[in-house]
């Protein structure tokens, strides 16, 4: 039963424009989350989060929106640019626990 | 320059070998983590430490086994490999509340 979920395994968007991949997630415990860039053959990086009290969080080109009532966040890149092309995954952590559990991965290709 | 490291990056191995993959971070981190991940999968928990002497399974099944005899080493072990073994192994740590921080995992091939 997967607790993180990213519906889109996909998304292309033009360089410039603003890329937006979405993240649901059903466990109410869930107070953490995070955003992770991968390219191929390399680790996830960290590139930004937000905690459950907040619904916004902003940080150069990349905002993440949390919306608790609807259990839905985004992560929002403007501009997007060539260089963004990556696998971004969402995951969240619920109280005290460290523990991530990780959605199934949206792949960005920005285009030039 | 990375803080934690994984070692081999790629690694092609006969079915029945017992193999070892490494994970030593310096950062001093409490938590260390290994995931597992199939391509367009999610990351999948399969081992953690909270500290010395402290590992747990994580929520996937796994074969493997891990040891954390020491703040800054991690590793996990296939005592005897399988095809179904086939995937990209990722190390993380974390300290506190805070997010993980990732190697550049492993690739496994069974062959």
């Known amino acids: 039963d997967q607790q993180v979920k990213q519906n889109s395994p996909s998304l292309s968007v033009q360089e410039g424009r603003i890329s937006i991949l979405n993240c649901d997630y059903t466990n109410s415990m869930f107070d953490y989350f995070l955003w992770y860039k991968k390219y191929p053959a390399e680790g996830p990086t960290f590139l930004i989060s937000i905690s459950s009290i907040k619904d916004k969080n902003e940080d150069g080109r990349f905002t993440v929106f949390l919306n608790k009532s609807a259990k839905h966040l985004s992560l929002h890149i403007v501009p997007s640019q060539p260089g963004d092309s990556a696998v971004y995954f969402c995951a969240a952590r619920g109280g005290s626990n460290y523990k991530l559990t990780f959605g199934k991965g949206t792949l960005l290709t920005v285009n030039p | 320059e990375a803080d934690i490291y994984q070692t081999p990056r790629y690694l092609v191995i006969g079915t029945g070998k017992k193999i070892t993959l490494e994970c030593s971070q310096t950062?001093?981190?409490?938590?260390m983590y290994w995931y597992q991940q199939d391509p367009g999968m999610e990351l999948h928990l399969i081992h953690y430490s909270y500290g010395v002497n402290s590992t747990e399974k994580g929520d996937l099944s796994s074969e493997s086994t891990v040891s954390r005899i020491r703040t800054e080493h991690f590793p996990l072990t296939l005592e005897s490999a399988r095809p179904s073994h086939t995937s990209q192994y990722l190390c993380a740590s974390s300290e506190a509340l805070l997010g993980y921080t990732f190697g550049s995992g492993t690739r496994l091939t069974v062959v």
């Open positions: 950062m001093g981190h409490d938590k």
